[in-house]
């Protein structure tokens, strides 16, 4: 039996809606690893700026604010991942929004990284393709799991952030205050995730995460 021009109309439309958006991340994609993200915010200044820093200390900073940098290739590569295969309008708006915050820490991070010296790690493309092979995975298993992996990412980004301001040089106000506010913006989505119904994940599963997220910080903080 011969489909109807109605339904042949609708499954057109329903694979260019599919195609359109693939395009979409293919892009969001390149412009995260490539290109300059756009900002909703300037990039956090301190009260008093202590920038005199020796050669080891310019290093060991540098190497910190580009696993920062991976680590916002990497949070931004999940939630369109996850955008893209969430059930609900709720949840694609969710990652959309802490998506367009997590840019500025992209920017953020970029712009110190230029100022210290430095480059972006060269491991950024891979680091994107495994994350949003994730989280598309995660939104594929259901929205509650999927706000729970953004909710779990987050806590563990706040650690690894506390982790760097024990480490980061004092007299490095400028890389302190900017991984600061993305420590306290980042608490911000965990909670978010949480109040939309996020889902606790099994420890293994944030085990996994953890593990992976320290081959990602050993690697990029030297490629």
Known sequence: MRAGPRVLY?????????????VNHLDQGLR??????PRQRATPQPAVTGDDLSDSERDLAAGLMRVNHTGEVCAQALYHGQAL????TRVRQTMSDASAEEND???????????????KSLLNPLWYAGSFTI???AGLA???????FLAETERQVVR?????LDRLPVNDTKSREIVARMRDDEAGHATTAVKAGAAELPDFIKKSMSAVSTVMTKTSERI
């Open 160 to 164: 690894h952030l506390d982790g760097h």
């Open 10 to 22: 609708l499954e057109l439309m329903r694979k260019y809606s599919i195609l359109d958006e693939l």
């Open 135 to 137: 989280g598309a995975l």
């Open 85 to 88: 295969t969430a059930r609900s």
């Open 142 to 148: 259901g929205d509650r799991i999927s706000l729970g």
């Open 105 to 119: 820490h992209l920017a953020w991070c970029e712009e110190r990284i230029e100022e210290l010296g430095s480059h």
């Open 32 to 37: 995260t690893v490539f290109g300059r993200p």
